[in-house]
């Protein structure tokens, strides 16, 4: 994107020095590493920059209104409605795939929304270990808004613990061991001092949920949730209390903006940012150039069961048409040069959500496939998560 960074980033790149850059990740955290990071973050100009941050309040001012709150009213499934829902979510990702306009100019498209958290901990150490091991230009930055990692750490706590005891507050997941994402969980702690804990081991006694430390009792005040119904649901775990109990905790990120804010808004948005998208089962007819559409199932993670290649057959064949959207494809522009070839880019803008909605950090992801992400890109190099640079 930057010639000159790029150019210097590739000539001094040395795979030895990657593969050192990893192993540090892996000695700080005890192996918790489970996912491809990228040989390379990406160096974008102001022009995108300013494009991305103008996308992201756009959409987030259309998820503000009032009208946003009586459409997403649908999305909750009756069956999974957790009460003592909070007035906005306190995490809200937006993701955009990099293409370009008519101009020729780079250009953001929305791909998916997300009201449930991403990796705000590893992030901040992520930019910390590309530092140390990279080339990265002193005036460059991967936060918004003037935060810097200590000002970041602390917004992150602030939101995370309130006015509680971080020994109040948990992060609670499914079998958080074996998660993908369990690095950020490990820095979640160590920046804010929140426990993980996972979801069969909390205890409830009446409206109140504990935890065990140490052979103490301890009350959960408030609950950072990382937990996905998805998940849940096909794994028919037993746990200890019912989500739809009247609880005596405060939700950090309530379950229901998990369904408010996802794919089912997109047909909502009409932002020059957002690619046309319908819900399956509202469409009359199908558009003539179905090849240019992508089929989504509305709750689904990490691309599992997205259909790149939409036919007729494939619409037809479908049951449940209410869980699908289809959704215009974005011609994602291959703008990261690489010893074999370009790469793709997907740029996740995180906010964090406590009075107002504040954008704080990104995240990149890499494709040379059609699709993001490592299952979709077998045997390839240079691909996967890491960093945007910004002026």
């Excluded at 009032?66 to 979510?89: C, G, M, Q, R, T």
């Excluded at 009350?219 to 028919?236: A, P, Q, S």
């Excluded at 209390?241 to 905790?249: C, G, P, T, W």
């Excluded at 469409?283 to 990490?302: G, H, M, Q, R, T």
């Amino acid at each position: 994107m930057i010639k000159e960074i790029r150019d210097n980033y590739n000539e001094t790149f040395d795979q030895q020095n990657y593969d050192n850059f990893i192993a540090d990740i892996q000695h700080v955290t005890g192996g918790l590493l489970d996912f491809r990071v990228c040989e390379t973050p990406l160096f974008i100009n102001k022009e995108l920059t300013d494009r991305l941050v103008e996308a992201s309040y756009e959409i987030v001012d259309e998820v503000k209104t009032d009208e946003f709150k009586k459409y997403s009213n649908n999305a909750v499934p009756d069956e999974l409605n957790v009460p003592n829902e909070n007035d906005h979510p306190y995490f809200l990702q937006i993701d955009f795939g990099i293409t370009k306009n008519e101009k020729g100019e780079f250009f953001p498209q929305v791909i998916e929304l997300q009201g449930f958290p991403s990796l705000y901990a590893y992030q901040a150490f992520l930019d910390k270990m590309d530092r140390k091991h990279f080339p990265i230009p002193d005036n460059f930055t991967t936060y918004f808004n003037g935060y810097k990692f200590d000002s970041y750490v602390k917004k992150l706590k602030s939101v995370l613990v309130g006015n509680a005891d971080p020994e109040n507050v948990i992060l609670l997941e499914l079998e958080p061991e074996k998660q993908k994402t369990r690095i950020d969980f490990h820095f979640t702690k160590e920046y804010t001092g929140v426990e993980t804990v996972c979801l069969t081991k909390v205890i409830k006694e009446g409206k109140q949920l504990f935890y065990k430390k140490n052979n103490r009792l301890i009350k959960i005040d408030r609950i950072y949730n990382r937990v996905i119904f998805d998940e849940l649901t096909k794994k028919g775990t037993k746990y200890n209390f019912d989500f739809r109990d009247e609880l005596d905790v405060e939700w950090v990120g309530h379950p229901n903006w998990f369904f408010r804010i996802s794919k089912h808004t997109l047909p909502y948005l009409k932002s020059k940012y957002a690619p046309e998208c319908y819900f399956l089962n509202e469409l009359e007819y199908y558009p003539d150039d179905l090849n240019n559409f992508v089929l989504k199932p509305l709750f689904s993670f990490a691309g599992s069961g997205v259909i790149v290649d939409v036919t007729k057959e494939t619409l037809d064949s479908i049951t449940d048409k209410n869980n699908f959207i289809l959704q215009r494809k974005v011609d994602y522009t291959p703008i990261i040069r690489t010893p074999d070839g370009y790469s793709k880019a997907e740029i996740r803008m995180m906010f964090l959500w406590d009075e107002e909605p504040v954008l704080v950090n990104n995240l990149l992801r890499t494709s040379k496939g059609k699709m993001m992400g490592v299952d979709f890109n077998k045997n390839q190099t240079w691909i996967g998560s890491n960093i945007v640079y910004h002026p």
